[in-house]
């Protein structure tokens, strides 16, 4: 697989429509992933879907998958997503036990590995084994919901991984998920996101093609300003 330049527009399929699932997948058709959230009502208080719904968008989406597991016991259950074909599957660092050893799997199953981080959640931890993983994701709301407001207090994060993985050398990328659209886009890309998550501001607007343009034009002009 020829993975896309940054960049990378990955629209969520929490903001489309459940019932034309696939007609949505082909309006995002020029998205780079489609970022599929799959929450358990546990690790946070929403319901989705599980590991068939995800075989389905595997089977009919026109780009790849970017998985994004908010459940609990990520041990056990992360590995089968990756198994199922998903380009990329990531994980919460808050619900894994093992999470170098969890990455490790995925990557032995042919699949990115991904780390994500809640709010709270600080992220210098991470910074000795930035190399073990292929993304990490900053959230910039409260995993659950989609139609959140962007935080973002969450900046200073996402300014501290990329100037670590820039000192390390470490070849990872860093997505935001949260509240993202053509007005909190370049913040997050000038702070150096990558990789960018969002739901409503490309599934609401009546072009979709033309949103996910703008929204990568947007990144790539904020984040050459940063260079």
Known sequence: MTLPAAPRINPSILSADFVNMQADLERIATADFVHVDVMDNHFVPNLT??????ERIQQT?????DVHLMITDADRWAPGYAELGAASVTFHLEA?????ALARRL?????????????????EGLFEHLHEF?????????????GQSFMGDMMPKLRSLS???R??????????DGGISASTIGQAAEAGADTFVAGSAVFGATDVASSVADLRALAAEHAHRTR
Do not use: H, N
Not at 107 to 123: D, H, L, S, W
Not at 136 to 146: A, N, Q, S, Y
């Open 167 to 176: 000192t390390r050398g470490a070849d990872v990328w860093l997505q935001v």
């Open 61 to 65: 989406s026109p780009v790849p998958l």
């Open 134 to 146: 292929d993304q990490i994701l900053v959230m910039t709301v409260e995993p659950g919901f989609g």
């Open 163 to 165: 100037a670590e993985a």
């Open 107 to 123: 990557r032995a199953r042919g699949a990115r590995a991904g780390v994500a981080v809640k709010p709270g959640t600080p992220v």
């Open 96 to 100: 894994a036990a093992e999470p170098i």
């Open 49 to 54: 879907f599980g590991p068939q719904m995800v």
